[in-house]
């Protein structure tokens, strides 16, 4: 059960869902309600098609291309807590996205889709979280369950969008974002942690 909310809580974080907020207000403000909620179901369906993708791929395309997991969970921790560093000191994620917005109109797709919901980091973090050599089939069931949760969660606050702008503003939703940002910025750090533990073979010594 730890090990599942811990899973949920990382995906919560590399996938934002309160960030995406302030995006979706933004890129469908001149559409009706109708519309919206089209586009909010697309854009989730989308983001979660590309994240179970890289969930039971990714692995698949490291092997093939001869690269050991832990390198990758090395990198991966690295470019994770790169992007922690810009959701807390650089533009949070909403102002982020917000200024490519004037340049595409397939708005579902993007910047709803790719990068605010199925963002590099969420990539890389659902091809660690499904190791072959580390989690089982039931627990690749599980991190499968909880992405679902957390994109289920994702569209609910897209479709209550405009009462919970209301109520967090701008300001808000970059807090959030923030505050997410460092609890990324922990599990980065563990993440690289492991990979060099695993890819080393050293053992912890524990008390």
């Known amino acids: 059960m730890e090990d599942l909310f811990g899973t949920f809580v990382l995906l919560f974080a590399v996938i934002d869902p309160i960030g995406t907020v302030p995006v979706f207000i933004a ?12 586009i909010a179901t697309r854009a989730v369906l989308v983001a979660g098609g590309i994240l179970i993708a890289f969930m039971f791929l990714g692995q698949v395309i490291l092997d093939a291309i001869n690269v050991p997991l832990s390198a990758f969970q090395i990198a991966g921790g690295i470019v994770l807590f790169l992007f922690a560093l810009s959701m807390i000191f650089g533009d949070s ?7 490519a917005l004037t340049c595409h109109k397939e708005t579902a797709v993007f910047p709803l889709a790719v990068p605010s919901i199925a963002s590099p980091g969420a990539m890389m973090a659902v091809v660690v979280l499904t190791d072959h050599q580390r989690f089982n089939f039931a ?3 599980l991190t499968l369950l909880d992405l ?11 479709m209550l969008s405009r009462h919970i702008y209301r109520l967090v503003g701008q300001s808000g939703a970059s807090i959030v ?14 993440s690289i942690l492991q990979g060099i533990e695993h890819h080393f073979n050293l053992s912890v010594v524990t008390g």
């Open 139 to 141: 627990q690749q069931l």
């Open 148 to 158: 679902v949760v957390v994109l289920f969660i994702t569209w609910g606050l897209l």
């Open 177 to 190: 974002s923030r505050v997410m940002g460092m609890i990324l910025a922990s599990i980065a750090t563990t």
């Open 27 to 38: 890129v469908t403000r001149l559409h009706p309600e109708e519309t919206k909620e089209r």
């Open 93 to 99: 994620k909403p102002e982020e996205e917000l200024k």
